[in-house]
């Protein structure tokens, strides 16, 4: 997937052994899980399923089965982002980059589930996902970078799911339009937080291509809330985005756009 992946894990006790063998062992698991999701994704390994139906090699009837389940996904995807989301429109075909960051990421965490924790966090660049909460009981604040200076957070969120965030102020111009096939961001970053990071990296994706009219689209989804930061670092949501309390600045960890 061409990124980095972090997991964070906060124990419900001080670590023991056989606590230190789970968590070996899971952690094992969640990095087979992001190995596969590469091994079945990426764009840049010639032998992967989506680069041999990229160029024709393989048709969409015979991809893998967790190809087609992310195909279907992406489908809704597309369908909830008025458009803005289309892997099928991006230059050289298929490609579910948008999508799949977020997916791998969640299945990862997946794999820590009944370990003895309070939480634990898997970071893939900006697209984070959440279980449980920090050792003081509170959600997990998460920091957004400010596009214009990304050293400095332009807006803490406190995070019970997943969180992903979109712009180019890191990667440069990697944002693609899907009705015109060129470059472009009509926002400087866009965040989307909700049950499901797959579709939340997917809805943040339209969300920097299109701009802040997403908006619109994403205000009835249940469970789903978006911020909207433009190129004069004017910021627009919708109505319930999680802000943290300002004195929260301290706790935050930031979220590096994907």
Same mark, same amino acid.
């Given at each position: 997937m061409g990124t980095v992946v972090t997991i964070d894990v906060y124990p419900s006790a001080v670590p023991d052994g056989e606590f230190s063998a789970d968590l070996r062992h899971r952690l094992g698991r969640a990095r087979m899980v992001l190995q596969q999701a590469d091994s079945d994704f990426s764009t840049w390994r010639h032998g992967s399923p989506v680069s041999r139906l990229r160029r024709g090699a393989i048709t969409a009837a015979e991809v893998p089965p967790v190809v087609t389940a992310v195909m279907r996904a992406c489908e809704v995807a597309r369908q909830l982002s008025g458009g803005w989301f289309d892997p099928w429109a991006m230059p050289g075909g298929f490609d579910p980059t948008g999508y799949v960051k977020g997916w791998a990421a969640e299945r990862a965490l997946a794999e820590l589930d009944g370990l003895a924790m309070h939480g634990a966090l898997v970071n893939a660049a900006g697209?984070?996902?959440?279980?449980?909460?920090?050792?003081?009981?509170?959600?997990?604040?998460?920091? #957004?970078?400010? &596009?214009?200076? &990304?050293?400095?957070?332009?807006?803490?969120?406190?995070?019970?799911?997943?969180?992903?965030?979109?712009?180019?102020?890191?990667?440069?111009?990697?944002?693609?339009? *899907?009705?015109?096939?060129? *470059?472009?961001?009509?926002?400087?970053?866009?965040?989307? #937080? +909700?049950? @499901?990071? +797959?579709?939340? @990296?997917?809805?943040?994706?339209?969300?920097?291509?299109?701009?802040?009219?997403? #908006?619109?689209?994403?205000?009835?989804?249940?469970?789903?809330?978006?911020?909207?930061? @433009?190129?004069?670092?004017?910021?627009?949501? $919708?109505?319930?985005? &999680?802000?943290?309390?300002? $004195?929260?600045?301290?706790?935050?960890?930031?979220?590096?756009?994907?």
């Open positions: 697209d984070v996902a959440c279980a449980g909460r920090q050792p003081s009981g509170e959600p997990f604040r998460i920091g #957004i970078a400010d &596009p214009g200076e &990304p050293r400095r957070l332009a807006a803490i969120a406190e995070v019970t799911g997943c969180i992903a965030t979109s712009g180019t102020y890191e990667r440069g111009s990697h944002l693609i339009d *899907p009705h015109s096939g060129m *470059p472009a961001a009509r926002a400087a970053s866009a965040t989307v #937080i +909700g049950p @499901d990071l +797959g579709l939340a @990296d997917a809805l943040a994706t339209a969300a920097a291509v299109a701009g802040s009219q997403v #908006i619109e689209l994403l205000e009835p989804l249940a469970g789903y809330e978006a911020l909207v930061i @433009d190129w004069a670092g004017r910021k627009r949501c $919708t109505s319930h985005f &999680p802000f943290a309390p300002a $004195t929260a600045a301290s706790a935050a960890s930031a979220a590096s756009a994907g």
